[in-house]
């Protein structure tokens, strides 16, 4: 099974920037889409951008269309999130998700529930 590591996450004023990544183990990285949710306190888990298997298309939340970035390195098994134009509203914990099934149905998935490996996730907190 694929582990998962985020970092990257901290404390940043409104207006910063952050980058996220999530490094992955095993040689089949290559094969899934990945994504991007987070969380914050008291609130359900949220879709937040979502990429491809080979990097050709990703798809973000409205609410951070313009500003957040999702891209992937599967030389190195590596997912990222790059993220500007911070608003307070985007504290939350990050968490990126491996959607093993995409492999085989081609679909995109945005539900959290249909991805089964996942990181520990990383807290991104953004002071106003």
């Known amino acids: 099974q694929v582990q998962l590591v985020e970092s990257g996450g901290g404390l940043v004023q409104a207006g910063g920037s952050l980058r996220l990544s999530c490094a992955a183990s095993?040689?089949?990285?290559?094969?899934?889409?990945m994504a991007w949710f987070r969380q914050a306190p008291g609130k359900e888990r949220e879709f937040v951008a979502v990429?491809?298997?080979?990097?050709?298309?990703?798809y973000y939340a409205g609410s951070v269309k313009g500003r957040f970035t999702i891209s992937r390195d599967n030389a190195k098994n590596t997912l990222y999130l790059q993220m500007s134009s911070l608003k307070p509203e985007d504290t939350a914990v990050y968490y990126c998700a491996l959607d093993i099934s995409s492999y085989y149905t081609g679909r995109t998935s945005y539900t959290w529930s249909e991805y089964e490996s996942w990181g520990q996730g990383t807290q991104v907190t953004v002071s106003s």
């Open positions: 095993g040689s089949t990285f290559s094969h899934y889409n």
């Open positions: 990429i491809t298997y080979n990097g050709g298309n990703a």
